[in-house]
């Protein structure tokens, strides 16, 4: 088995006036795992009725792909000002149950837990998937969202679910829902052991107990959509870590596949 899982619903992504195109957080950290070979499988859902036109470019990567289905696919209209992204949320996916997530994450130790929304994962899922010693990386995203229609909403109204999380990645604007302002020791305040701030074309910081360091962006040569280099960003992350490299590190080389990810798009 795979020493790496991602797992999580896919999406139907309306960018702009631009056709549909497949999204969520497993199918970009599938892409990024794959473009640096590391020892991953992918766990994904979505309704029936779109799998043809969302599983098959998740196969494409390359990594072992295993597909549940489920009443609806979670979809989304969003555009872009600078850096900051305005999205509606259109609807929603099935909640993952503990069996269902266990069973996908297998002998992994290292999960993407790819959460669009505060329902796709709920606590007692986030608890089982945590048990064995397994570490999970949760993008915040999938925390503070709630699954109402609409323009996307946020809140601090999580519960403990963070005592299950060894990594969150997080960006500014997630960091103020959970702490009320971008404050290191208000990350730390968090009890989660390693924090990823990520700032788009700035960089980001890892928090630890003990330290707080920028990660410079690398410079692009234009601009860029910059979907799913989040993603990209804390694939890479965890599969750094699941290597054996420190935090710091890791998000060195993160950077680096982010910047790629984002050059070659």
Wanted: charged fraction near 20%; glycine fraction near 8%.
């Amino acid at each position: 088995m795979s020493a790496i899982a991602a797992i999580g619903n896919l999406s139907l992504d309306r960018v702009s006036d631009a056709p549909p195109r497949p999204g969520g957080p497993v199918f970009y950290a599938a892409q990024a795992l794959a473009r640096i070979i590391a020892d991953a499988h992918v766990v994904a859902s979505c309704a029936v009725a779109d799998r043809s036109q969302l599983v098959p470019f998740l196969e494409a990567f390359g990594l072992p792909v295993r597909w549940y289905p489920s009443k609806t696919t979670a979809t989304y209209r969003f555009h872009y000002e600078g850096d900051r992204r305005i999205m509606r949320q259109e609807a929603v996916g099935d909640a993952w149950n503990p069996e269902q997530a266990v069973e996908a994450a297998g002998n992994a130790l290292w999960l993407h837990v790819g959460a669009l929304v505060r329902t796709d994962f709920p606590a007692e899922t986030l608890r089982a998937l945590a048990a064995g010693g397994r570490r999970l990386l949760v993008d915040a995203q999938g925390l503070v969202r709630t699954a109402a229609l609409g323009p996307l909403r946020m809140n601090c109204h999580i519960g403990d679910v963070l005592r299950y999380v060894a990594i969150l990645n997080l960006n500014e604007e997630e960091a103020e829902t959970l702490v009320g302002r971008v404050d290191m020791d208000r990350l730390r305040s968090l009890g989660v052991p390693e924090v990823l701030l990520t700032l788009g074309s700035r960089g980001a910081v890892v928090v630890t107990a003990d330290k707080a360091e920028c990660i410079p962006a690398v410079d692009l040569a234009c601009r860029v959509d910059p979907t799913g280099a989040g993603d990209t960003f804390s694939a890479g992350y965890l599969a750094a870590r699941a290597a054996g490299a420190e935090p710091v590190e890791a998000a060195r080389t993160a950077t680096q596949n982010a910047a790629s990810f984002l050059s070659n798009r």
